[in-house]
């Protein structure tokens, strides 16, 4: 099942598309892509999306109480997270009671891998990646911010993206390949974004078609997400009330729409 939330229209949809495309070849750029590994920044996929969703540069890095934030727009703040969400507790603490926030994650939906030699600095060719991001994944970050999903002044965006992740050849395997370093994520393409605006949103999470009551392993097999994914999702929602626990099928949990 795709999830691929637009508020616009489809032709707002490719402007989109493009406009994204434009920021990624500008921040980027052909001499750095010339360049090789050794001139790219660490932090890529944030800069572009943090000039996509915030043209205008006199709305980013602005200090807000205690905390910078990545894009104020004099009445909303937006929260850029390409990482992990366990530091993003302390600025929802300051900026959810003043204001409303939107947290971007970026999905990975189609991935290549590109591997550098970090004596030589030569990278391998790109390699497509056999899993496909999607926004369910997401859930085992925003299980770090449970508390705050509730909470009317926070919003939530998932842009779908092709990117390519270039990984350093560092680890501790025979290949160098397993316990690797993350280097840089370039973003090729954006083709799509889901949208949480509401806690109702949620609820458009669970295919149509899953008949109720359902297990974490039916809802996994129809949304295409392992069973360990599926019951991530299914204790959010169930703690935000989107869907509720009912009579068990054997020794699994079953749920139902609220």
Known sequence: MDVMCFSASAERTSADAE??????NRIV?????????????EKTLHAVLKEFYAPDKNMQEI???????????GSDIMEIQTGHFDNLRRK??????????TVIYPVPRIKYLIWVDVE???CSKPRKSNVKGSVYRAFYELYKIKKYLSNPNLRLRFPYL?????????????????G?????????ALLGE?????????????PSDLPEPFTAAEFGKTVGERKETAAKVLHILNYLKVIERCENKGRAYSYQKI
């Open 120 to 122: 030589t600095g030569e």
């Open 29 to 41: 750029g052909k001499s750095r892509e010339r360049g090789g590994i050794g001139t790219l920044g």
């Open 162 to 178: 092709e990117l390519e992740e270039h990984r350093l050849l560092d680890g501790w395997s025979r290949d160098k390949k397993k």
């Open 92 to 101: 929802l603490d300051c900026f959810l009671p003043d204001y409303p926030v």
């Open 194 to 206: 889901v949208r949480i605006e509401s806690l109702s949103d949620y609820g458009r999470l669970i």
């Open 19 to 24: 406009r994204f495309c434009e920021i990624k």
């Open 63 to 73: 200090s807000i109480g205690r905390y910078v934030a990545d894009i104020y727009t």
């Open 180 to 188: 690797s370093h993350r280097y840089d994520r370039i973003p090729k």
